[in-house]
């Protein structure tokens, strides 16, 4: 959730002048939810955000872990969530337009609020989610979403991260034996004395791939 949350920020600040500061937890929860609507969702609500800014000033994303299984939250399901705030400082929406804000007919495009948050409305709905908004008129709007969390195991999805990366580190290596292997007598004298002078990384060109191998593991290789 964090990197599609940072890949929005990136994206967003190419269209807007508006600073969005980014408070997020290394140690989120994981998610199921199809990651396209939700980044829809996300990004129509910094989008009005921005715009209730006037496209300047700063607005705030938090996201942190949420364990409502003890039903703290009475709104929500007695389950845990991933939370997200997105906080803004602009206009805010009084409180007759607050009550019809996800009216699909209804509109504040002039206070920055667009038919999105209608939009992001049904997407998080339709995930077994809730979206909240408080707002003040001239005092700021903060949005919070609640996403319920996967059944995955998390320890368990990173240890299978870990072997992925574990084989695609001894597939390289073994890569750069056989690279080594087939180098001609000149260049291995070369190689030899690049790595003895260096000591550092150097790359192997295959076809047009260069492959990153120290210069240790370059001469224990060759001997």
């Not at 039903?71 to 009550?99: A, C, F, M, T, W």
């Not at 998080?124 to 996967?150: A, C, D, Q, R, Y």
């Amino acid at each position: 959730m964090n990197l599609v949350i940072f890949q929005i920020i990136n994206n967003l600040s190419n269209h807007y002048a508006t600073k969005i500061s980014y408070f997020g937890n290394p140690d989120l929860w994981i998610i199921s939810a199809d990651k396209n609507q939700i980044e829809q969702a996300i990004v129509n609500v910094l989008e009005n955000a921005c715009e209730a800014m006037s496209n300047k000033g700063k607005v705030k994303i938090k996201t942190n872990n949420f364990d409502n299984t003890d039903n703290l939250e009475s709104e929500l399901n007695p389950v845990k969530y991933v939370k997200i705030e997105i906080e803004d400082r602009g206009k805010g929406i009084n409180e007759s337009h607050l009550q019809r804000i996800y009216d699909p007919y209804f509109t504040t495009k002039f206070l920055g609020r667009g038919l999105g948050l209608t939009v992001s409305y049904s997407i998080i709905t339709k995930h077994s989610g809730k979206i909240f908004i408080n707002s003040k008129e001239l005092f700021g709007t903060k949005v919070t979403i609640f996403l319920p969390i996967s059944n995955i195991d998390r320890n368990a999805i990173k240890e299978e991260i870990k072997e992925i990366f574990k084989s695609k580190e001894e597939r390289k290596k073994e890569i750069n034996k056989e690279l080594l292997r087939n180098l001609y007598e000149e260049e291995i004298k070369l190689l030899k004395q690049f790595c003895k002078e260096n000591k550092k990384q150097v790359y192997i060109r295959s076809s047009n791939i260069f492959l990153p191998i120290s210069c240790e593991e370059a001469i224990k290789y060759l001997e």
